[in-house]
């Protein structure tokens, strides 16, 4: 069974967390390049955008806008803890944003950002000690419904459970752990 949705998020560390030629579909995929750690070489990040604009797939960079602009990128994600960008400073680049939310308050806040989606965080249970709590498939869709913000789901996705997206009314959904431990295994799945 596939967990067919329109779109397909992957969070990523590293641009050697993925081989994008296990990507076969153009226009289903977006990669955010999440990097709060290690530094990377900006040709190889160049590179890596080049093959991904030739591919089909949207590129996003969070949290820092200068490699986003430096980079081309599609777009730009903000995280849940980032409270620093403004809405008008966003908007004098042609960038699509993306904002990450746990809660309705901090997604008030992304929409005071200017994000037009949303990745709501954690639909299912985590193994991280420090992130309790999870929404589960029927809150997950009654703050869909509430809310009729575009909603993407986040959290717990893994190889196991993906056929439960089904259920979820989102119009994509998010991967990052999944990604890194079963790379070829998840993207063959999400078609």
């Known amino acids: 069974m596939f967990a067919l949705k ?10 050697k967390d993925i081989d994008l030629s296990n990507i076969k579909k153009r226009y289903k995929f977006t990669i955010i390049y999440r990097n709060n750690s290690k530094i990377e070489k900006i040709t190889d990040l160049i590179n890596f955008r080049r093959f991904c604009k030739k591919k089909g ?3 996003f960079v969070a949290n820092n806008f200068k ?5 081309k990128a599609d777009g730009f994600y903000i995280s849940a803890n980032n409270l620093s960008y403004k809405k008008p400073y966003l908007f004098n680049y042609n960038f699509k944003i993306i904002g990450s939310a746990h809660n309705i308050h901090e997604l008030n806040i992304k929409k005071v950002q200017g ?4 990745v709501f ?16 498939i029927l809150k997950f869709n009654n703050l869909t419904n509430l809310t009729k913000n575009n909603l993407i789901a986040l959290g717990g996705i893994r190889f196991s459970n993906l056929n ?7 119009k994509a ?19």
């Open 6 to 15: 329109k779109n397909y998020y992957l969070i990523i560390q590293s641009i």
């Open 164 to 170: 439960k997206m089904k259920s979820v009314k989102c």
């Open 173 to 191: 959904f998010a991967i990052s752990t999944e990604v890194k431990k079963k790379p070829a295994k998840i993207i063959n799945r999400l078609f």
């Open 121 to 136: 965080s954690r639909i299912f249970k985590t193994n991280y000690d420090y992130k309790k709590g999870y929404l589960g």
């Open 115 to 118: 994000c037009t989606e949303f």
């Open 67 to 71: 490699l986003a602009i430096k980079l």
């Open 57 to 59: 797939i949207n590129f």
